[in-house]
């Protein structure tokens, strides 16, 4: 289809209407929250109160169901699924790669007496098989030692996912190999969110609060995302193959007018947006905003947090549910984290922080954060993490897509970093500097300025005499800071938008259970060394000192994407791995392979395996742009520029015959641009072409070296391609040109 053809379509397109319920938003709300979703309170209805205690009691202590139990509860969790029009079963899990897997079973079975019955049993619920070999699993499997098994997750609650011709019910699970290894997203992020919570409930205790049985990791991840019209997008195979545009001259307009961040959303954009969110309350994932992101066609979807096993899980299904409505409504969502090139990309904001089991948030300030020694405490471990772990947290954003955004003045650089804001920064520092004899409090000539917000009105804003002031918060908003204080919670806003956040928080919670075993063993010895002359509390505030004091280098307030912070970062210290490769390579340093191994969060096999896997798909990822490229070139983009060279030229000799003494001087000149502009593009093709080629070598079992060939060949390759490609776009004439152009992509909806 001709590109004007396709233009038409998409401006033809009508928004999508969802069926209407005739009840107000309170009835739905009632009727449809989570009403897909086998809560515990639907199983504890359905099951004896004995089974269902037993039940309980197994995830408590992370003891196997026995076979009666785990029966009863997989009966139960079948009739409600049949109820919902259920007629198949799936373990969903999270293999090493960014999407999820399942294989679905039928309920049905046969009787003894060969008749057919509906039957679900707890063998079945709590392990299912697969063929690992078959997944990515750096080596760990092969096809001759292939046994893969799944298993059911029991505190991520069971859901249906609805279909045109029938339901499933849907299991969260892990993934491990036959022999033990985990082959997943969320294993690690179970065990890595255990060790964090031992590690937490010591130190604690060793501060007094005895009552803390549990702690647990918490998640907001926000997801940003481009929406394209879904005519375009197949009529695009860069977008279809790689989520990106490998290809595109800028619009005449991009971000620059500012005019899109919190903009009103286009009928068609925001009725699929609607229809997302419906499907995801349904699910009992608790979305809460919407809005216009900065770039033209940029949108961004946020839930309240949770916990973060079950935010991971969440996460995913969003994103599964945003390409699919999108499918529905015409539209195509791209989650890649640079679509196009010369405005912003999309990221996924990871606002972290830990819980205890008895309701405290242990990076909430209070009104009082001066005088509140967990926060103080906890903060300063996070800061100690981030510094130590710096290498960790950039291999843990590690993606190919993040390449093309970290950096730019529209994320975070890669030099980690922690923004604390002015309030929290002057408080660190007044600890800092309290003299070891003053092991209590903050005493009030070392306390910070400004007080608690219920003593003094230097938090009320008040914009005019006639407006009500409002209270400000207690810190300001640092967007080009990776990892920043806001409020109560950390903002990873580093991730990239395509990641699972297992693999994020996996690493945040690591780095953070170290350092706060690391706290509390300096703790300890510093008791100890006393012999009694010191409390836990004293030597608490002492080791609280000497941590802000080492590690106080990582903390910068200031512009993250100057160039004056990549100097001072430098003469800081502070590692700054600016590429994709670079950053995978921290994983198996010494350092790091010695601290998941005694920690129990990953084997160094698991490990590993999962930097080979990374190398593969960096790898692949770039291949397959490679000859998505080559493609577009040689069949759209030279015959669309040798038929405006052929017009141009026939043009111009038809005009010398007509004027013989006229001088097409600017025409002449216009073909001769177009003409080496092309004569370079085929050039620069012949290239790309040999470099495919070399890749053709690619030896699996030598993968980081292969990655260093696609960034240091395969990648320059394309962008050679690219520059002349696009200059052949604005040189040829709209008619020719039938890939749909930046301005069509962004702007028409």
Known sequence: MRRAQLVKAVLSSEPKTIVADNHTAVDWWHRHWASNVFTEEELQKRIPAAIFKQFKQSIKTHSTLTPDTANVVANAMKDWAIEHGATHFTHFFQPLQVSTAEKHESFINFTAGGKTILSFTGSELIRGEADASSFPNGGIRTTFRARGYTIWDPTSPAFIRAGKNGSTLVIPAFFCSWTGDALDIKTPLVRSDDVLSKAAVELLHLMGHNEVEHVNSTLGPEQEFFVVDRTLYTSRP??????????????????????????????????????????????????????????????????????????????MIMMELLREVASKHGLAALLHEKPFAGVNGSGKHNNWSMATNTGMNLLDPGDEPRDNLVFQVFLAIAIRAVDVHADLLRGAIATPGNDW???????????????????????????????????????????????????????????????????????????????????????????????????????????????????????????????????????????????????????????????EWVIEAAKRGLPNLRENVVAIEQFESAKNVELFDKLGVLSHKELHARVHVLYHHYCNSLKIEADVCYGMVTQSVIPAAQEQQRRMAESIASLQKALPSFKPTHQLKLLQDLSTGLEELIAFTYKLKEVIDGGKAFDSSDAHKWAYFYRDSVKPAIALVREKADLMESLVDDELWNLPKYSDLLFLK
């Open 405 to 563: 955004r970290l950096g730019a003045n529209e994320a975070p650089p890669a030099i980690m970093s922690v923004y604390l804001g002015t309030e929290v920064d002057k408080l660190i520092r007044s600890i800092m500097h309290q003299p070891d004899e003053e092991d209590g409090p903050l005493s009030p000539e070392r306390r910070p300025a400004e007080e608690s917000h219920n003593k003094h009105n230097d938090w009320d804003v008040k914009l005019a005499d006639n407006v009500a002031p409002f209270r400000k918060d207690n810190t300001d908003r640092n967007r080009t800071s990776p990892f920043a204080f806001t409020g109560n919670k950390f903002e990873f806003r580093a991730v990239g938008s395509s990641q699972s956040v297992g693999q994020t928080c996996t690493i945040l919670n690591t780095i953070m259970a170290e350092s706060i075993r690391t706290f509390a063993k300096e703790v300890k010895d510093l008791v100890a060394k006393s012999a009694g002359a010191l409390s836990a509390k004293q030597a608490v505030r002492r080791v609280l000192k000497s941590t802000l004091k080492t590690h106080e280098r990582v903390v910068y307030n200031g512009n993250g994407y100057s160039e």
């Open 238 to 315: 860069d977008l279809v193959f790689t989520g990106r545009t490998v290809l595109g001259a800028p619009a005449p307009k991009g971000q620059e007018m500012e005019d899109h961040y919190f903009g009103t959303m286009p009928p068609r954009i925001l009725a699929f947006i609607q229809e997302v969110e419906t499907e995801l309350w349904k699910l009992g994932i608790p979305t809460k905003s919407r809005h216009n992101e900065v770039a033209p066609g940029q949108h961004e979807m946020a839930p309240i947090f949770e916990l973060s096993n079950i935010a991971a899980d969440h996460n």
